[in-house]
Structures are given as C-alpha cells and as structure tokens.
C-alpha cells in the first residue's frame, strides 16, 4: 500500500471562472486514500454540491477553517 499523499490548493489568486476547473484536475489526479487541502477566500459549498453531483460518493468534505477572510476544506478521495 503506498503513503497516502496530501495536496494543498490555494485557489484565492486563480480567477474564479478557474477555479472549479482546477479543483476537479487536482481532484482527479488523487489516488484514494489521499487529500486535498483547499483554501478559498469564500465558502465553497457550491463547490460540494457539484462534486457531489459529478463525483458522487468519491470523496469526504471536512471544513477546518470557516471564514469570515479564508475558508478551508479537506477533500480525501475515497
């Protein structure tokens, strides 16, 4: 079994019509087991709802940081 990996995204500096596009690339290139580590200047729990909807039971969505200036999420690939 190999070490599960985490990767941090801050995607505050990425124009926001980018963002998700680069949030589902990092996604997809996890191996199940590891993180992603996300820092956003907003709550994005749209974001949730549309992995939710594309990637359906792939992930668990745990916030460690909410706001008000930074948001903070643990995406782990199931």
Same mark, same amino acid.
């Given at each position: 079994? =190999?070490? =599960?990996?985490?990767? @941090? #995204? %801050?995607?505050?500096?990425?124009? &926001?019509?980018?963002?998700?596009? /680069?949030?589902?690339?990092?996604?997809?290139? $996890?191996?199940?087991? *590891?993180?992603?580590?996300?820092?956003? %200047?907003? %709550?994005?729990?749209? $974001?949730? +709802?549309? #992995?939710?909807?594309?990637? @359906?039971?792939?992930? *668990?969505?745990? +916030?460690?940081? @909410?706001? &008000?200036?930074?948001? /903070?999420?643990?995406?782990? /690939?199931?």
């Amino acid at each position: 079994m =190999s070490d =599960s990996k985490t990767v @941090t #995204l %801050d995607v505050r500096e990425i124009q &926001p019509r980018e963002r998700h596009p /680069k949030i589902f690339n990092t996604f997809d290139s $996890l191996q199940a087991g *590891d993180m992603m580590v996300l820092i956003n %200047d907003h %709550d994005p729990k749209p $974001l949730k +709802y549309q #992995l939710e909807a594309e990637r @359906t039971g792939q992930f *668990d969505w745990e +916030y460690i940081l @909410t706001g &008000p200036e930074e948001w /903070k999420v643990e995406i782990v /690939k199931k």
